[in-house]
């Protein structure tokens, strides 16, 4: 194995899922909490347009940026939803949010940097800082803060080595989500340290409360910011592989080179079938399975803070919750474990988002109420016999 790939972990959500599936082929019951990517079906209008552009030959490779259509579909949506103007031709299309991540800080992150980012986070935010030879800075997530990072503490994270800020909102896997003064204070730094930022926004229309503050909210920060978002989430598309990025014109051309070299470009016809993301037929469907999420939530939060041991913030987005276990007497990967061995519910612990998520389970809600409610009742029972 090439060394730079020493001290990479992968996604712990597709391992738990294969210990998962393996318990129900021997006859167990599972619920299954562990993976993050809707449990709706893609909204219909999106399935036609793939369906009829397979049919009409849109299987040729796409220009690597992305088609055209796209990329001012995408730049007319966020133009309108914030007060920054987006120009597509400031967007580059990529198969899947992850690759736009990768493309981002493999183009503009040389080794020996460093790149700060809040933890617990989504993995592949230090595998790519790695891969790049750079050194991941983490900052802690404070539960007492609503897993907001403290800008103090980034404040003094910063060294002449820093090139890079990683922010993600609403967060995987705490659900939690960034009041603009955060994001503010984080440009300033940036400005005043000459830095980037990459902001993952892919969970932006996944929200139970106010809209939550965007990067594209802050005058002046489009020429130090990589904007990263994707259909994966919000539209039900995991499989269909379709992200996207906005990312400042002078560093356009790495970014391009590095889709270039890497996958080409997106599927043609995946990329078509996005366009129907932005039609009224399908913001209906998001609200309504937004709706559901929320149901979710509150009967999952409520069902976990009244067992012992057990404490859960309610999360302002995403789909996820982020249980503090520490009152169980054991580990996180311990309790997550068991959890599924014992009870069959199938969970991740926080340190698969790194050493800051010990004392904390990542449950995703993205299953059924009446799953849920199951999970609930397993976990419970699991909680009385300790």
Same mark, same amino acid.
């Given at each position: ?37 809707? $449990?709706?079906?893609?909204? *219909?209008?999106?399935?036609? #347009? ?10 040729? /490779? ?16 966020? !133009? ?40 617990? =986070? /989504? ?14 800075? =983490?900052?802690?997530?404070?539960? %007492?803060?609503?897993?907001?990072? $403290? ?25 939690? +989500? ?21 902001? $993952?926004?892919?969970? !932006?229309?996944?929200? /139970? ?18 904007? +990263?978002?994707?259909? %994966? ?16 014109? $002078? ?10 070299? *890497? ?9 078509? #079938? ?9 913001? @209906? ?23 012992? &041991? ?5 999360? =302002? ?8 276990? !520490? ?17 069959? @519910? ?5 340190? =698969?988002?790194?050493? /800051?998520?010990? &004392? ?9 109420? %009446?799953?849920?409610? !199951? ?12």
């Amino acid at each position: 194995m090439a060394g730079r790939m020493s001290g990479i972990s992968g996604e712990a959500a597709f391992e738990t899922l294969a210990r998962a599936n393996e318990l129900e082929r021997q006859g167990r019951s599972v619920v299954h909490l562990e993976i993050g990517e809707p $449990d709706f079906d893609t909204p *219909s209008p999106i399935v036609n #347009a793939g369906v009829d552009w397979l049919k009409k030959g849109a299987t040729h /490779y796409a220009p690597v940026a992305g088609i055209w259509e796209l990329r001012q579909r995408i730049a007319g949506e966020l !133009s309108g939803r914030y007060p920054n103007k987006i120009d597509p031709s400031t967007i580059i299309i990529t198969p899947g949010a992850k690759m736009m991540i990768f493309s981002m800080i493999l183009s503009v992150v040389d080794p020996g940097d460093e790149v700060i980012y809040p933890a617990p =986070a /989504y993995p592949a935010y230090e595998a790519a800082i790695r891969i790049a030879g750079a050194t991941p800075v =983490a900052v802690r997530l404070e539960e %007492s803060k609503g897993f907001r990072f $403290d800008l103090d503490e980034v404040a003094l994270k910063v060294t002449p080595r820093t090139k890079m800020f990683v922010i993600n909102s609403p967060q995987n896997p705490t659900g939690g +989500v960034l009041q603009l003064e955060d994001i503010q204070g984080l440009f300033k730094l940036a400005e005043e340290h000459d830095l980037l930022i990459l902001s $993952d926004e892919i969970y !932006s229309k996944i929200f /139970y409360a106010e809209r939550p503050a965007s990067t594209l909210d802050v005058p002046g920060i489009l020429n130090r910011l990589l904007m +990263v978002n994707g259909f %994966s989430k919000t539209t039900a598309m995991t499989g269909w592989r379709l992200g996207y990025g906005v990312v400042p014109a $002078d560093l356009f051309k790495a970014v391009e080179l590095f889709v270039n070299t *890497s996958v080409s470009s997106t599927a043609t016809f995946t990329q078509l #079938a996005g366009i129907e993301a932005f039609t009224e037929e399908t913001g @209906v469907a998001v609200q309504s399975m937004v709706r559901e999420f929320h149901k979710r939530r509150d009967v999952f939060v409520d069902g976990l803070n009244k067992i012992k &041991g057990i404490r859960c913030l309610r999360p =302002a987005g995403a789909f996820y919750l982020f249980p503090n276990v !520490s009152g169980l007497g054991m580990s996180s990967k311990e309790v997550a474990d068991r959890l599924l061995n014992e009870a069959g @519910v199938a969970c991740l612990p926080g340190t =698969a988002f790194g050493d /800051y998520g010990e &004392g904390y389970l990542r449950f995703s809600f993205a299953n059924s109420l %009446s799953n849920i409610e !199951s999970a609930l009742e397993r976990i419970k029972t699991f909680v009385d016999n300790l």
